[in-house]
């Protein structure tokens, strides 16, 4: 459980002040000994890298302080929650699980006497704790959007032994709003190996991030790792696998973990790493540095990990782990795509040019007649949709490539016919047919051959966009249902089929837009975020950054823009935004504002 704001926060900074010994994050103003505890606007920190820590108990605190000192200990920066623990009693203490699970509130939670008839003027005391759910971390720091209404109990009793009031009664897990929920955790990309998909490029293995939220001022170095060892969380598992064998953790002596001033991480691992061999151990280490990487983006750059007896299993630096594995895109795109006002399939240089150009072959020219396209990652290679929806056409880039169509849709009308294709990174072809009479989800090995029907068993609606991740287990849909529309995020699972051939389904579909009522446009815009165009209930079209757990990213939502009718992001964040609108094709750098690059241009894509 937790408290929101910091103008009732009583939590200290870390440094010398006169008078306090400390300095008090909201002064040195006493607490009020009386009236019920309620939640009230945050005031966040200005510097989120000093660490903050609770009051305990004053003496004779009444019930109403010892909750709402316990809530604001709950947003303090205790590495065991020891400050917090103070207002309970020893059992309570023994039995309360801090890290079983975290609810966000939309505000601080409120806390108000139960109607039971008890007194303060009694032994014991209750309060309930209310709030509306956003979202619910659990135990394996997964997020998951929640809506509705929170309530919790929290039971006080008067101790014989001290005459001091303290909580023997809470729910279990942590409560707080979701403003010191933003500044007290941090999203982390953790990494593990795509288990159903082929090799990548050179026989590289294919990673696939593992979104968790830690908390941020609290060792998160020696958190990630602990986290990264337990394994992916339970959504990805089926998809995923680790190279650290089941069970390894860190040596029971160790508590915590640093970098030295070479920037090398050592980790201490237990017994069941002593016996890997050098090729697996260089694989865990590869986890290890990808997951730092993404923690402290210029900080860990070697690790090395080492046995239960302290002997040196591997080493790996930043350079042999890309060797080992291909980590999110294989290589930086090389040119941006849409399609011109001749309906043809043109490119424009990634770094910058304002001339488009043709693409080689047979989408290329007018003759294509098409309204969407994508490009296969390796750029050799695109598909074309027509004008009229009703063909896929999958064509060389290259002089003198000829068109065929590979999928044909019945759709009786533009709008229930194919949607715009996607590649994966195994150089799989994807597509949705939107036939009212038999809606489908199409996949072509290799962009050829026969097309597989994708089994989607939890799918509630029909597919209007498709657009599969580089690693190839996680694919992103704007699913309609009843004129809404909602961004879902599902998993891509293969298993052998008859004649040798695996039968491929999309499993555990989420939602990761549950307030927007519509989705109109997305695109992967790096590992584990996409960018989405649409709106809540009643609102305005905005376009905003959405994590794939549902999470909304620190930093800044893309500059707005009028009319936007469909984006496209690189999984290279480094690379501006694409977009049709009213303006045409216009482009977002970071730092900048959008600029028009042709008047003449619709269905910008990068390759994927």
């Not at 079209?541 to 992001?569: E, F, H, W």
Request: glycine share 10%; net charge neutral.
């Amino acid at each position: 459980m937790g408290a929101e704001g910091g103008g009732r926060r009583r939590a200290l900074r870390m440094a010398a002040y006169a008078g306090c010994g400390v300095l008090l994050l909201a002064g040195c103003a006493s607490m009020p000994d009386s009236g019920d505890v309620r939640g009230v606007e945050s005031t966040p920190r200005q510097n989120a890298q000093v660490r903050v820590f609770a009051m305990p108990p004053h003496e004779n605190a009444r019930p109403a302080e010892i909750v709402q000192g316990f809530l604001e200990a709950l947003t303090g920066d205790d590495p065991q929650y020891e400050t917090a623990r103070k207002y309970l009693t020893e059992s309570a203490s023994r039995r309360w699980d801090p890290d079983g699970s975290t609810t966000v509130l939309t505000d601080g939670p409120n806390a108000v006497p139960e109607p039971t008839g008890s007194r303060e003027a009694g032994d014991e005391y209750a309060f309930t704790l209310t709030g509306s759910k956003v979202a619910v971390v659990d135990a394996q720091h997964a997020y998951t959007p929640a809506l509705g209404d929170y309530s919790g109990t929290v039971h006080l009793t008067m101790v014989k032994k001290t005459h001091q009031w303290r909580i023997d009664a809470l729910p279990q897990g942590v409560v707080m709003g979701k403003s010191d929920f933003q500044r007290n955790y941090m999203s982390v990309n953790k990494y593990y190996y795509a288990s159903n998909v082929p090799t990548a490029t050179g026989g590289r293995l294919s990673t696939v991030a593992d979104p968790v939220y830690v908390r941020s001022k609290v060792d998160p170095v020696t958190s990630m790792v602990r986290t990264l060892l337990k394994g992916p969380t339970r959504w990805l598992a089926p998809v995923a696998t680790s190279g650290f064998p089941r069970g390894t953790a860190l040596r029971k002596d160790v508590t915590t973990l640093s970098p030295d001033d070479q920037n090398k991480l050592t980790v201490p691992l237990d017994q069941r790493a002593d016996r890997v061999g050098r090729s697996q151990c260089t694989k865990m280490a590869a986890q290890l540095l990808f997951t730092l990487q993404d923690l402290t983006p210029t900080g860990v750059n070697r690790v090395e990990l080492q046995g239960s007896g302290g002997r040196k299993l591997c080493e790996l630096n930043e350079e042999r782990a890309e060797i080992i594995a291909a980590h999110s895109m294989a290589k930086q795109p090389e040119y941006e795509y849409f399609i011109d006002g001749k309906h043809r399939l043109v490119r424009l240089s990634a770094s910058g040019s304002r001339d488009p150009e043709p693409v080689l072959g047979a989408l290329g020219e007018t003759e294509a007649n098409l309204r969407a396209a994508a490009v296969s990652r390796n750029e050799d290679t695109a598909a074309g949709v027509s004008a009229d929806g009703q063909n896929l056409y999958v064509a060389s880039m290259a002089s003198g490539a000829s068109l065929g169509a590979v999928v044909v849709s019945q759709g009786a009308s533009p709008d229930d016919r194919l949607t715009t294709p996607s590649w994966d990174g195994g150089g799989n072809l994807w597509v949705a047919d939107r036939d009212q009479k038999q809606p489908r989800l199409l996949m072509l090995r290799n962009g050829a051959g026969k097309p597989v029907e994708v089994r989607t068993p939890g799918l509630d609606g029909r597919i209007d966009a498709v657009r599969v991740a580089a690693d190839g287990v996680r694919i992103a849909l704007i699913v309609e249902k009843k004129g809404k529309t909602s961004l879902q995020i599902g998993r891509v699972q293969r298993e052998s089929g008859n004649g040798g051939e695996s039968d491929v389904s999309v499993l555990g579909l989420r939602s990761v837009t549950p307030q927007w009522e519509k989705v109109t446009a997305m695109s992967w815009a790096g590992t584990s975020r996409l960018v989405v165009v649409g709106q809540e209930s009643g609102g305005v079209l905005q376009m905003r950054y959405v994590q794939v757990d549902g999470s909304t990213p620190t930093g800044n939502s893309p500059a707005s823009l009028t009319g936007v009718k469909q984006i496209a992001a690189s999984e290279d964040e480094r690379l501006p935004l694409v977009a049709y609108s009213e303006d045409g094709i216009v482009r977002l750098s970071a730092g900048a504002q959008w600029q028009k690059v042709v008047k003449e241009g619709t269905a910008p894509v990068y390759p994927g």
